[in-house]
Structures are given as C-alpha cells and as structure tokens.
C-alpha cells in the first residue's frame, strides 16, 4: 500500500503550476496540480486529500473562499495559503479562517517544500493525538480499564462472561497490576452494580480486628462494645466483598471465612443469632494461591469454595502495547490536576518508558509520570533515565522528603516480602493497621487501585 502523502497546489497561474509538477517528481509527496479552485474542491471531496496549498487571489473563487469550502468538509486539513501582495492582513485573514500556514510570494521551491513537510509531519502528530485519545475514550468505557494488548482483551473477555454471574473470583497478579480495578469491573458491569461494593485489606488487620470488620458484633461483645455493629459482610449483602491480600489471613480467619461463604450466613462477634447474607466474594493475592495451598498456608476446602473462576491480571511488562495508553491517559490526569500545560513525551523518552521493566507495574509508571508532570517546565516531557526505587536504584538518590523517604522504604520492604504485609509490618517495627493506614493514604493520593 502506497502511504505516500497527497496534496493539491491550486494557482490559476499555469507557469507556477508547470513548476510545482516538476519539482513535486522528487518530492517525497504526490502532487494534484489545479489552476480552478472549483475543479480542486471537486477533487478533494472525492479523493484522501492530507494537505492543501492554495494561492490567495483567484478568479471565481478566492483561496479564503476555497479554505472556508474544505473547512466545511474537514476541520483538519493543512492549508497553505500563498500570498502575492506582502499583505499582512490578508494572512492574518486566512490564518483565523482556519488556514495552517501562509508563504509569500515571491518564494522558491525549497522553502515551499519545508513549509508543505513541516505541516504533513506536524499533522501527522495530530493525527496521531486524535487517535489515542479516541483509543483512550473507548478504553474508559471498558470496564474503567485502560489497555487494548492481547492480556488485557482476555481479561475483558472473562468479565463480560461473569459479571452477571454471582460466581467467587479469584484475582492474581503482582503489586500494581489494578486487581482491585478488574474486581470493581466485575461488579459493576453486573445487574448488582447499585448494590454495595465493600473493600477490605486483609493483610492490613490482625485477626480480632478483621472478624470485627468482616462480622460486627454486639453490644457488651468486649471491652468498649458500646453498642451493636453491623459488619461488612452484612453490608455488602446482595452486593460484592473484595477481600484483597487474602493469602496473608490466619488459619482460624480462614475457617470462619469458609463458614460463612459456605452457609451464606454470619455471626457477629459475641452474638448467638446467626445473621443471613447474600454476597458475592472477590478474592485477590499477589501470591500464587496454588503454592499457598500446596505448602498448607491456605486451607484447600476454602480455595475450592472460592475457585470458581480464577484469572491473573499481567503485569506492564507483558502488556507493553498499552504503555502509550496508559501514558497518555495519566498524563492528561495529572496535567489537569496540576494544571500543567503537557501535551506528552519526545519520542526516546516514551520509547524508553516502553522498553523499562516496570517492576512495579502501573502504579510504579502513575508514580514516575505525576513526578514528571508535577516537576515540568515545557510542553513537552524528557527523560534522561528511568529511576525505579523498586529495581536497585538508590531510594535517597535524588534528596527526597522524609515523607517521600518513608512512603519508599514502606514499598521497598513490601516488595523484598513479595507483598507480605504481615512480615513488612515485622520487619519496620510497626503494626500491620499502621502500616495499612499509611498504604491507604498513599492510595488515596494518587487515586491508584
């Protein structure tokens, strides 16, 4: 297929048209050459015209007259206006009629040539824009999900198929994949989507307070039960509970858990009255469950109850065709938050921003590009490197806040655990409700799932 650029040149002087037809045999673009500009907007209208040059003083029909014609067609298309008479007023005229450029004459062909290959290239970009953000559109219709690669497609496959089905879901992947995206997609894409969607971090909570959470309980239960208290579980009913970090609860929770799955119904704490329910569970881990259960840390009769459908989110590395989306979306974020005037990165820094691991999957790549956005000073973003403080490069390296500090070494540790919050709350001397007060309201920043 021949992706050579057609434009047309429209002059009613012949000579000018004879020069353009020879110059245009070494150009690298297509040349239509037309002394009528009636004969010229008959031909665009019929043909993938990319660029129009037109003189401005014709007979029958000036080149404002044409310009005004082909912007009722295409609001788009470079226009190139010549002018003879030196007149700025008249280019100024053209210019706010929607023309793209203007040369005077008189003009050699070399320059017209560089003013016809700037605005092709500068086109093209738009273009380019214009269907990414087309691409974007679509994609936050899906699910809220963001990501055409061929994992993700799959991943839009299996919800589509469950999501009216109160089937238990299991949900793999690594820390930053968006489990909890693909979880909340799942449930509002069903026929429930008005019903309650509950979260709740289980690796966060030790096993009193996750029962309290999960059940509730009655008045006078313990100390400081002062009154009754609905749990989530009850909460969520004819709804969906996301229990994340499933794989870090204790083999006690893990029974009552299955109870309660099992029977769909509850005891709160200190109670003696069960307590119906109709809820759909939606599990997630950044652990293989398979080896959970096989190494006897996770109870097999409660994986089976929770095993109807199980599917992994992919990590960035293994979706790289939709970094250029993902990109883009957290840049147009990040810019109107910041109200920053970014339009996107130079070509090496998003090739650099497709080629990087990204241990840290998306959250890690929201991260680098608010950081990015927050510090801009141009339209358009460079990057001499990537620094990822989860991949070896100092965390202290460019003399961040002590806040910024601690916010890095929390996910440096949670990384080393592979996502074990009970063995980062360990090893940082701190309880896992701290450590999971402090992850929520890193959460809550960035807005990241």
């Known amino acids: 297929m021949d992706n050579t650029p057609l434009i047309l040149f429209v002059d009613d002087d012949p000579k000018t048209g004879e020069l353009m037809t020879r110059f245009s045999e070494e150009a690298p673009f297509d040349c239509q050459v037309f002394q009528d500009p009636l004969e010229a907007l008959e031909y665009f209208k019929h043909h993938p015209v990319e660029l129009i040059v037109s003189d401005l003083r014709m007979p029958h029909m000036s080149g404002t007259e044409l310009l005004q014609a082909v912007r009722d067609e295409d609001h788009g298309i470079p226009f190139i206006i010549i002018t003879g008479y030196a007149n700025v007023d008249s280019a100024i005229e053209a210019m706010r009629l929607g023309a793209t450029d203007f040369i005077k004459k008189p003009y050699d062909m070399d320059e017209l040539q560089m003013l016809i290959e700037r605005n092709l290239k500068l086109d093209a970009l738009r273009q380019e824009n214009l269907l990414l953000k087309r691409q974007l559109s679509d994609e936050r219709n899906r699910f809220g999900m963001v990501g055409h690669a061929g994992p993700m497609l799959e991943i839009y496959k299996i919800i589509s198929k469950i999501a009216d089905i109160r089937c238990n879901v299991i949900i793999e992947g690594e820390s930053g994949t968006g489990k909890e995206l693909a979880a909340r997609a799942i449930h509002y894409q069903s026929e429930y989507a008005d019903k309650p969607f509950v979260v709740i971090d289980c690796g966060a909570l030790t096993d009193t307070l996750l029962e309290n959470e999960l059940f509730g309980h009655e008045k006078g239960a313990f100390t400081g039960a002062h009154q009754s208290k609905r749990g989530l579980l009850e909460m969520a009913t004819e709804g969906t509970i996301f229990l994340d970090e499933i794989g870090n609860i204790s083999d006690a929770m893990q029974i009552k858990l299955m109870r309660a799955i099992q029977e769909q119904q509850i005891t709160r704490v200190g109670g003696i009255q069960p307590t119906p329910i109709d809820v759909r569970f939606i599990v997630a881990t950044n652990q293989k469950i398979e080896e959970l259960v096989s190494e006897g840390r996770f109870r097999h009769d409660l994986y089976h109850r929770l095993n109807v459908v199980k599917f992994s989110m992919p990590a960035l590395r293994e979706r790289r065709d939709d ?127």
């Open 323 to 449: 970094i250029p989306l993902l990109v883009q979306y957290f840049i147009d974020h990040y810019a109107k938050l910041y109200q920053r005037n970014v339009t996107g990165f130079d070509q090496p820094s998003l090739q650099k921003l497709i080629e990087h691991d990204w241990p840290g999957n998306v959250r890690e790549l929201q991260n680098l590009i608010e950081r990015t956005i927050a510090l801009a000073d141009a339209p358009t973003l460079h990057l001499e490197e990537i620094s990822s403080i989860r991949s070896g490069g100092g965390i202290d390296s460019d003399l961040p806040t002590l806040a910024e500090l601690e916010r890095r070494y929390i996910y440096k540790t949670l990384d080393r655990f592979n996502g074990s919050r009970e063995k980062t709350a360990e090893t940082l001397g701190i309880n896992k409700s701290t450590l999971w007060r402090k992850l929520q309201s890193y959460k809550d920043a960035t807005g990241s799932e």
